[in-house]
């Protein structure tokens, strides 16, 4: 049987789930799960809520042009059987499907590109505008930090400004009920053995 797609989120529809709707037209609407259907009644656009395909690709958050998604279509038109096509077709499946999730992925990894440093400059200025909350201690080290990062003028090699003056922790454990010492990192930036 055919794997239908829910008309209204775009999940697939396995043979004998999820529910099916004939409309006075005789037009057939297929839906995954009775949220889609239930949302359909009410007459809501899928494109206006957010856990939808649709919502996803109207918004850029899903690929919309590319060639790998024209391929489902065009494999899903009726062919006289020939084995050498049925080989060939599961070979190109297969490597369809590798190349559709490796351009998903770097879609990701484009559309997500500035959110670690947006994230760092919307902590440093949080951090610049509560700096009365802080302990004197950890005043200074904050403003010496923030110094040193105004001088590198805009290049952001990682959150620096946290790693400073901490040193890597040192741990030594010995086997079987031996001896075991560990160190442990204190926000002051000393060690505490225990």
Not at 170 to 188: F, H, I, M
Request: glycine share 6%; hydrophobic share 35%; charged share 35%.
């Amino acid at each position: 049987m055919r794997i239908e797609t829910c008309y209204f989120c775009s999940r697939p529809c396995f043979p004998s789930k999820g529910i099916s709707f004939v409309r006075n037209d005789a037009k057939l609407f297929r839906f995954c799960r009775s949220k889609c259907h239930k949302n359909f009644k009410m007459k809501r656009n899928p494109r206006k809520l957010s856990w939808t395909k649709a919502f996803r690709r109207a918004h850029g958050k899903e690929m919309t042009v590319d060639t790998t998604l024209t391929f489902a279509a065009r494999r899903n038109v009726p062919v006289r059987y020939n084995r050498d096509l049925v080989a060939t077709t599961l070979r190109a499946m297969s490597r369809v499907n590798e190349l559709r999730a490796k351009r998903e992925r770097q879609f990701y990894l484009n559309r997500m590109k500035g959110n670690k440093r947006r994230a760092f400059e919307e902590d440093r200025a949080l951090v610049a505008e509560n700096q009365h909350l802080l302990p004197p201690s950890q005043r200074d080290r904050v403003e010496t930090a923030m110094e040193v990062d105004a001088v590198k003028e805009g290049e952001w090699a990682g959150i620096e400004a946290e790693e400073m003056d901490v040193e890597e922790e040192e741990v030594v454990v010995k086997q079987k009920g031996k001896e075991k010492k560990k160190q442990r990192l204190v926000v002051g930036g000393g060690t505490v053995e225990g």
